[in-house]
């Protein structure tokens, strides 16, 4: 996953024709470190999209844009729009994941 380290960025990232996911996360969450133990499998899995991460704390405006209350949370987008949001509170294990990322 590669980091993303500004608004600037983000905003080009996202503005692709082609589908990209952002993890958004903390270094203080606990629910971010547990998905860190299983998302390598998954990126495995589905590297036909490009994936990213960003920190909400660090970025504030963006997730409240994007209307991001938990993490992790993960969000596809493609030429700068949302497509899918996968909220904190159904992101605890992986078949939760790739049960997202089978409807994008």
């Known amino acids: 996953m590669k980091p993303i380290q ?14 990209v996911i952002v993890k ?8 971010c470190t547990r998905m860190d133990m299983f998302i390598g499998e998954i990126l495995e899995e589905y590297s036909q999209y490009e994936w990213y991460e ?22 596809v987008y493609q030429n700068g729009e949302k497509l899918a949001h996968l909220h904190s ?7 939760e ?3 997202f990322l089978q409807t994008v």
């Open 89 to 95: 509170a159904n992101a605890k294990s992986p078949e």
């Open 54 to 75: 960003i920190n909400k704390d660090d970025y504030p405006e963006i997730a409240e844009k994007y209307q991001v209350m938990g993490i992790p949370s993960l969000l």
């Open 6 to 19: 500004s608004s600037e960025e983000f905003n080009q990232i996202i503005s692709g024709d082609q589908k």
């Open 24 to 31: 958004f996360y903390a270094g203080w969450c606990p629910d």
């Open 97 to 99: 994941v790739r049960e």
